[in-house]
C-alpha cells in the first residue's frame, strides 16, 4: 500500500477568486453608499473658535434630553461647564437645561440633525434601490472571472499530475471539461453571493434605520458601513475558500477514481483549529463513495473539505 503526495486547498486557487468577489460587492454595493456618504454639506465654522459649538456643528457632540452626549475633550468640557453644565460620570454626559444652550449651539444642533437625517434617508434609499439580479450579472458579464476559475482548475490538475506521475499518467482534462467545471464553480459563486448579499442588506438597512432610535450620529452611521464591509470582506475570503474546498474535494475524488484510487486517509490540518469532529478521523482509511461521519451532533457525512470550513485533506492509497 501506497501513499500519494497530501493535495491541499493552496491560497492561489483562491486569492485571486477573492479579490474579484470583494471588488464585484464594493462596485455594487459600497460604492453607492460611499457616494451618498461623499455628498456635499455645508459646513458652519464659528470665528470665535468655540471647541463646543464645532463640536457640535461636526456631530461629534449633540445635544438632546436637556443633556450633551457624544466625544468630550478638556476644551469641550471646559465650554459645556463655563455655560453652567454639570458632568454625569454614570452616563458620562452633561446635563444642562434647554433655556441656558446660547441659541448658536441650537443652530448649529439643528443643522447637524438635518445632516444626519439626510445621511440616513440617503443610506436608506440606496439600499432600497438596489437591484439584488444585478450582481449576477456583475459576474457573469466578466470573462475574467472564467479565466480565473479555469486557472484554478489547471494549477489543481498540474499538482495533481505531479502527485501521482510517479504511478502513472492519467488523462488529461480536456478544454470541456474545465468550461463544464469552471461554468459549475462560478454558478455555485454566483448563487452563494446573491443570497449572502441579498440576506446582508436586510440587515444593514435595519441597522440603519434602527440606528435613529439610538441617538446615532453621522460618524455613527458612517463607522457601520465602514464595519459591514469589513463583514463582507471576510465574506468574500469564507466564500472563495470554502468553495474552492469543495471543488477541490470533488474534484480529486473524481480524477482518484480515474487512475483506480477509491481510498484515502483522512489528514487534518494539525494545528488547534481542528474541530474535535475531524480529529479522531485524522490517519484514518475511508473509501471516497462512503465518507465518515464528520459532525457527531447531525450524523453528516463528508469527505476532507467537503465539510464547513475544514481544512483536512485526503490522501490517496495506492492498493
Given at each position: 500500500?501506497?501513499?500519494?503526495?497530501?493535495?491541499?486547498?493552496?491560497?492561489?486557487?483562491?486569492?485571486?477568486?477573492?479579490?474579484?468577489?470583494?471588488?464585484?460587492?464594493?462596485?455594487?454595493?459600497?460604492?453607492?453608499?460611499?457616494?451618498?456618504?461623499?455628498?456635499?454639506?455645508?459646513?458652519?465654522?464659528?470665528?470665535?473658535?468655540?471647541?463646543?459649538?464645532?463640536?457640535?456643528?461636526?456631530?461629534?457632540?449633540?445635544?438632546?434630553?436637556?443633556?450633551?452626549?457624544?466625544?468630550?475633550?478638556?476644551?469641550?468640557?471646559?465650554?459645556?461647564?463655563?455655560?453652567?453644565?454639570?458632568?454625569?460620570?454614570?452616563?458620562?454626559?452633561?446635563?444642562?437645561?434647554?433655556?441656558?444652550?446660547?441659541?448658536?449651539?441650537?443652530?448649529?444642533?439643528?443643522?447637524?440633525?438635518?445632516?444626519?437625517?439626510?445621511?440616513?434617508?440617503?443610506?436608506?434609499?440606496?439600499?432600497?434601490?438596489?437591484?439584488?439580479?444585478?450582481?449576477?450579472?456583475?459576474?457573469?458579464?466578466?470573462?475574467?472571472?472564467?479565466?480565473?476559475?479555469?486557472?484554478?482548475?489547471?494549477?489543481?490538475?498540474?499538482?495533481?499530475?505531479?502527485?501521482?506521475?510517479?504511478?502513472?499518467?492519467?488523462?488529461?482534462?480536456?478544454?470541456?471539461?474545465?468550461?463544464?467545471?469552471?461554468?459549475?464553480?462560478?454558478?455555485?459563486?454566483?448563487?452563494?453571493?446573491?443570497?449572502?448579499?441579498?440576506?446582508?442588506?436586510?440587515?444593514?438597512?435595519?441597522?440603519?434605520?434602527?440606528?435613529?432610535?439610538?441617538?446615532?450620529?453621522?460618524?455613527?452611521?458612517?463607522?457601520?458601513?465602514?464595519?459591514?464591509?469589513?463583514?463582507?470582506?471576510?465574506?468574500?475570503?469564507?466564500?472563495?475558500?470554502?468553495?474552492?474546498?469543495?471543488?477541490?474535494?470533488?474534484?480529486?475524488?473524481?480524477?482518484?477514481?480515474?487512475?483506480?484510487?477509491?481510498?484515502?486517509?483522512?489528514?487534518?490540518?494539525?494545528?488547534?483549529?481542528?474541530?474535535?469532529?475531524?480529529?479522531?478521523?485524522?490517519?484514518?482509511?475511508?473509501?471516497?463513495?462512503?465518507?465518515?461521519?464528520?459532525?457527531?451532533?447531525?450524523?453528516?457525512?463528508?469527505?476532507?473539505?467537503?465539510?464547513?470550513?475544514?481544512?483536512?485533506v485526503a490522501i490517496g492509497i495506492v492498493e
Amino acid at each position: 500500500m501506497k501513499q500519494l503526495p497530501p493535495l491541499g486547498v493552496r491560497d492561489g486557487y483562491w486569492k485571486g477568486i477573492e479579490r474579484e468577489i470583494d471588488k464585484a460587492l464594493r462596485e455594487w454595493l459600497y460604492a453607492p453608499l460611499l457616494r451618498v456618504m461623499e455628498e456635499p454639506h455645508p459646513e458652519y465654522r464659528n470665528a470665535a473658535g468655540s471647541a463646543l459649538l464645532a463640536a457640535v456643528q461636526d456631530g461629534a457632540v449633540w445635544y438632546e434630553e436637556g443633556h450633551f452626549r457624544g466625544h468630550f475633550n478638556a476644551r469641550i468640557s471646559a465650554d459645556i461647564r463655563a455655560l453652567g453644565g454639570i458632568y454625569h460620570t454614570r452616563s458620562k454626559s452633561w446635563s444642562l437645561p434647554p433655556e441656558d444652550v446660547p441659541a448658536d449651539i441650537r443652530v448649529a444642533q439643528a443643522r447637524a440633525d438635518a445632516r444626519y437625517d439626510a445621511l440616513r434617508r440617503g443610506f436608506i434609499k440606496t439600499l432600497d434601490n438596489l437591484n439584488i439580479d444585478s450582481i449576477d450579472a456583475l459576474q457573469k458579464i466578466r470573462a475574467k472571472y472564467k479565466a480565473k476559475y479555469k486557472g484554478a482548475i489547471e494549477w489543481m490538475d498540474g499538482d495533481f499530475q505531479k502527485a501521482v506521475k510517479a504511478i502513472v499518467i492519467p488523462p488529461q482534462l480536456t478544454s470541456a471539461q474545465r468550461d463544464e467545471l469552471a461554468d459549475e464553480w462560478g454558478q455555485n459563486l454566483d448563487l452563494y453571493i446573491k443570497n449572502w448579499a441579498a440576506e446582508n442588506i436586510i440587515k444593514l438597512r435595519q441597522q440603519v434605520q434602527g440606528a435613529a432610535f439610538d441617538g446615532a450620529r453621522p460618524e455613527s452611521l458612517i463607522s457601520l458601513i465602514q464595519q459591514n464591509y469589513g463583514v463582507s470582506k471576510r465574506k468574500a475570503e469564507f466564500l472563495a475558500r470554502q468553495e474552492t474546498s469543495l471543488l477541490l474535494s470533488k474534484f480529486h475524488e473524481t480524477r482518484y477514481a480515474q487512475i483506480g484510487v477509491k481510498r484515502y486517509k483522512w489528514s487534518t490540518s494539525h494545528d488547534e483549529r481542528v474541530r474535535s469532529d475531524h480529529q479522531h478521523l485524522n490517519g484514518n482509511i475511508y473509501n471516497f463513495d462512503s465518507p465518515p461521519v464528520t459532525c457527531l451532533r447531525t450524523g453528516a457525512r463528508n469527505n476532507p473539505g467537503e465539510d464547513f470550513g475544514c481544512r483536512c485533506v485526503a490522501i490517496g492509497i495506492v492498493e
